[in-house]
Every structure is written in structure tokens, then in C-alpha cells.
């Protein structure tokens, strides 16, 4: 099975193949990286026409290449990657987030959602559904750490931030960059802490029939 993974981010790669190393290590994985996306979003501060043009380009090239499903990593663009979806029906093209937001609303009621890029808290919410309580939290500064190649400050940063998140069910991390950082959250609020990359590659595995 060829999986292609397609980032907005270079931080998510390590933690997206990790994860298939531990749940998939049997998939062929294919990464196209476009950081400029992510870029022109914070620049913008919002979704726009030439946004969805620019994945549905990215997405036909995937399939051209002969992938079996596809998985972006990019949480803060659900509509676009939604579009993708839509033009390539059947095959499993997921949001990053979908199998996560699974998991969680069937976990807990109160969700804490903890993010480092802000357009992910305008993106991301309405993913939930209204019967859950989501208490959504950013860790200022953490992303701009990772982007100077400082790990550790970054996870300090998450993991300060969402000590306020101790009033939840659980939390969900929405970043895949932030997935290292999960145990240490875990154990600094007490919650169960969930994770993009795993609940991804767990679905995206069931939805291709793999045993």
C-alpha cells in the first residue's frame, strides 16, 4: 500500500513516520511538503478560494503517483483537504484530525484542545460536535522554537500551557509536531492526552482493509 503524506509543516514528518513505524511499519510512504502553505495561512488569517485550488492540485498529483489513500497532516485546513476528499471519493483521503475527534468525543464531554498554531483554533473547533465542551488552549511561542530547532522548549512550552487544561476529560494535542511532547503532558495535568498521528494511521490502516 502506498500512503501519501502530505505536510504544511516540516515538523509533522518525524512524528507521522514514527507513528506508521509503530502501527503500519508495512505501508510505503510518499511525503510532499509544501511549508509555504502553512505560511501564506498566518499571513492571510483565513481559508480562501486559491487555498482550496493550490490542495486540489496537491492532491491529484498524489493520485497520479498511484497512492492508495492519502493523509494530510495540516490541521488548520479542513474545507481544502474536505475538497480533496470530495474529488477522489472512495479512496480514504483524511483530515488530520478526524480519527482523533473520533476518539475523543468518545472518551470525555469536556475536551481540552491544545495547539501552537493559532489558525488551528479557528480551523479545528467546528470539527467537534456540539455535544462536547471543548476548552481550547495555544502554547504561545512553542512553534516559533521548534522552527529555531529548540525541541525541548518547545515541549517546556507545551507542557506549561496546558496545566491550565486540567479541568477536562482529557486533551487532545493538535499539532503532529506537538506528539512528542504527549507524555510529559500527561503527566503535568493528570489527563489522558491524545495524539493526531497514531488515531491516523489506525483509521487510515481499517478504512484499506488492512488486517
Known amino acids: ?6 505536510h504544511a509543516l516540516k515538523h509533522s514528518i518525524v512524528p507521522i513516520e514514527a507513528s506508521f513505524a509503530r502501527h503500519w511499519p ?3 510512504l510518499m511525503n510532499l511538503l509544501d511549508d509555504s502553505l502553512s505560511a501564506d495561512l498566518a499571513r492571510d488569517g483565513k481559508l480562501n478560494k486559491r487555498m482550496t485550488e493550490r490542495f486540489l492540485t496537491i492532491g491529484r498529483y498524489a493520485v497520479s503517483t498511484g497512492a492508495n489513500g492519502i493523509l494530510f497532516t ?9 475538497a480533496v ?11 488530520p484530525n478526524e480519527a482523533m475527534i473520533e476518539q475523543a468525543v468518545a472518551k470525555g464531554k469536556r475536551i481540552g484542545l491544545l495547539s501552537t498554531f493559532p489558525p488551528t483554533l479557528v480551523s479545528m473547533p467546528p470539527e467537534f460536535p456540539s455535544s462536547v465542551t471543548l476548552l481550547p488552549k495555544l502554547a504561545e511561542g512553542a512553534l516559533a522554537a521548534l522552527d529555531r530547532g529548540d525541541r525541548a522548549e518547545h515541549d517546556r512550552i507545551v507542557v506549561e500551557a496546558s496545566k491550565d487544561l486540567r479541568d477536562c476529560d482529557l486533551i487532545a494535542l493538535a499539532q503532529y509536531s506537538m506528539a512528542p511532547a504527549a507524555e510529559r503532558v500527561a503527566e503535568a495535568t493528570g489527563r489522558e492526552v491524545l ?17
Open 195 to 211: 495524539t493526531t498521528p497514531d488515531s491516523a494511521v489506525k483509521k487510515l490502516k481499517a478504512m484499506l482493509g488492512v488486517g
Open 26 to 28: 508495512e505501508a510505503r
Open 1 to 6: 500500500m502506498r500512503i501519501t503524506l502530505i
Open 74 to 82: 495540516c490541521s488548520a485546513f479542513g474545507p481544502c483537504i474536505e
Open 85 to 95: 476528499a470530495r474529488e477522489h471519493a472512495p479512496m480514504p483521503v483524511l483530515k
